[in-house]
């Protein structure tokens, strides 16, 4: 069964692409409720005491990763950064994801040697499996970084509950929904 296809305003073609469907769409805002609510969740249930501005910083940073964590394995998404012609959107998207962490760190205080080697991490793998070629071999080295990210959070017996929830989304968006080009 074919959905319909939604032309989507010019100024959402980076979060949606030129083209979507309801479907996709539906899910893509569900999944930045899920995660809004998650963090905020967390939020509540930690010692965590922010000012206002800081919470909002958080779930608007929180909601764009869910979101994106969606959003980035759709069809629409995915073909509009993909073709040797949005090499640079890519690694303009790429390197805007150094945001979401520094604010999402900021607000929570969560600043240290081992999260900034994680962000590290996480923008250079997603430039390591970009630079792939081969599809297959795109998705079988986003799987095993994932592997080596989840590892680490766990070898290094992470108890922050904003970072455990943090780290694995941003990798799922940067290195398994966004690195991989699906549609090409």
Known sequence: M?????????????????????????????????????VLIIYVQSPLNVQWWKLLLLALVSADIGAGAV???????NQFYSGTHKRKSRTVFILSHFIHPAVFLFVIDGFSMFSAFLVVFVIGGTFLINSIGNKEKQAVVAAFLMVVGIGFLLIVKLTNPFLLWF???????????FAIRRYS
Request: proline fraction near 5%.
């Open 2 to 38: 074919k959905t319909k296809e939604i032309n989507i305003p010019p100024f959402l073609h980076d979060i949606h692409g030129r083209k979507s469907n309801i479907f996709d769409l539906t899910l893509t805002y569900s999944g930045a409720i899920v995660a809004l609510s998650s």
């Open 71 to 77: 959003a980035n394995f759709t069809k629409g998404t």
């Open 167 to 177: 780290f694995p989304l941003y990798m799922t968006k940067l290195f398994l929904a």
